[in-house]
């Protein structure tokens, strides 16, 4: 396969056996987890009634991404990757088991899940870092876009296969299902993956080796800029979207809530496949700084409070409007060292995590002051000044390489 910037196919990328097994395991990942956190909140509500602690159950599993991403992340580099796969598939088995049939006090089940998910962000970044070895040039950022679309597929049919295993099975069953999809990924992951070495040294000194190349690849400006504009505009549209519930419940249509963040994540899938597959790499490259801005535009309207269809129709727009990233992609793999490269991609994914849950915090409090047609007004608002006051680094431009 072609390694320069001539444009690639999907079917080029699916004809490596690498790529399908990760493609195939992270859509067995994230459709897993979202049965899980849906069975851990339903669990954690029908033994305390409180809809604060079920609410906390369900969000439990994104908090760790900043310590594991802050303390633990040249693991990524420091270890073999297909290992370092195979050990989260392991270890999300075994939380699912233990969630589902342990008899757990409430405080517990949440603690397990904060500690557990300390390593999610190692994790992925071996996948994500994997990725460029097995799709060089042009194949690698439509392997991303597909990755991209995989993650909205599999989150909504997770969710809907969750809630239909709920119905059946109850939250201890579904939990079960969970830990057997963990189980099926990890013996895909470990027979169909080479072993590969690791990147970097031994695993000794971990906190202070990740602490170290993170301040190098923060301290670079280009790398920095890049990383600020992967977490920036999305944090924005997370605030907008962490306020459909309250903004259609309030309007007496709570039914709709469920279908516009459904239809968003339709749009975000629609919208990585549309620039994927229809943009030439420099197009797709020039076309960041305007998606970027564009991703705001929608939620502007909510100053008129429009309906649920309306509301469904803006998030789609918006949400698509995050193929953005994919220009982004192929800069952001060049701008770093190849040995800190799942460190590198491990420290984009935590502070991408990070940033959508302040963003939601923040837009969140302005609701309580302004409500939420006008808080998610700002946030569209603040996410277009946001890209243009990263209009440089949004648009293509060489990125020097820092020494870590």
Avoid: H
Avoid at 125 to 153: E, H, I, Q, Y
Avoid at 352 to 370: F, N, R
Wanted: contains cysteine; proline residues 6%.
């Amino acid at each position: 396969m072609d390694t320069g910037r001539d444009q690639a196919t999907f079917r080029d990328v699916f004809r490596v056996r690498e790529f399908r097994v990760l493609f195939g395991s992270f859509a067995l990942l994230v459709g897993g987890d979202g049965v899980k956190m849906l069975a851990l909140s339903v669990l954690v509500f029908e033994r305390t009634g409180s809809p604060g602690l079920s609410a906390a159950a369900y969000m439990a599993g994104w908090l760790p991404y900043l310590a594991g991403g802050m303390f633990l992340l040249s693991l990524a580099d420091r270890l073999p990757p297909r290992g370092l796969m195979v050990a989260g598939e392991l270890v999300r088995l075994v939380v699912c088991l233990v969630l589902a049939y342990a008899g757990l006090p409430v405080w517990a089940m949440l603690a397990l899940i904060l500690v557990s998910g300390l390593g999610q962000p190692v994790f992925g970044a071996a996948r994500n870092a994997m990725l460029p070895d097995v799709l060089p040039g042009d194949a690698f950022v439509l392997g991303r876009s597909l990755m991209g679309v995989t993650s909205a597929g599999a989150q909504i049919g997770g969710l809907s296969l969750g809630g239909a295993i709920l119905a059946v099975a109850g939250p201890e069953g579904a939990l079960a299902v969970t830990a057997g999809v963990s189980g099926v990924a990890a013996i895909v992951l470990r027979y169909g993956l080479p072993y590969t070495p690791a990147r970097g040294g031994s695993g000794r000194g971990t906190v202070r080796t990740t602490l170290r190349v993170n301040r190098v690849l923060l301290g670079s400006p280009g790398v920095r800029g890049l990383l600020l504009a992967m977490w920036v505009p999305p944090m924005c549209l997370a605030g907008a979207e962490a306020m459909v519930v309250p903004y259609l419940t309030s309007a007496g249509t709570a039914t709709g809530a469920g279908l516009a963040l459904a239809t968003a994540a339709v749009g975000m899938a629609v919208g990585e496949f549309a620039v994927g597959r229809f943009a030439a790499p420099a197009l797709r490259e020039r076309l960041s700084f305007p998606l970027a801005a564009a991703m705001g535009v929608p939620w502007l309207f909510f100053v008129a409070e429009p309906g649920a269809p309306v509301t469904a129709a803006l998030a789609a727009l918006s949400a698509g409007c995050l193929a953005y990233q994919l220009g982004l992609q192929r800069r952001f793999l060049e701008a770093v060292p190849e040995q800190v490269r799942g460190q590198a991609y491990g420290l984009q994914s935590a502070g991408l995590m990070t940033g959508q849950a302040v963003g939601a915090a923040v837009i969140g409090g302005v609701a309580e002051l302004a409500g939420s047609g006008p808080a998610m007004a700002v946030s569209g608002a603040v996410g277009i000044l946001a890209a243009l006051a990263l209009a440089r680094v949004l648009t293509p431009a060489r990125i020097p390489v820092p020494t870590p």
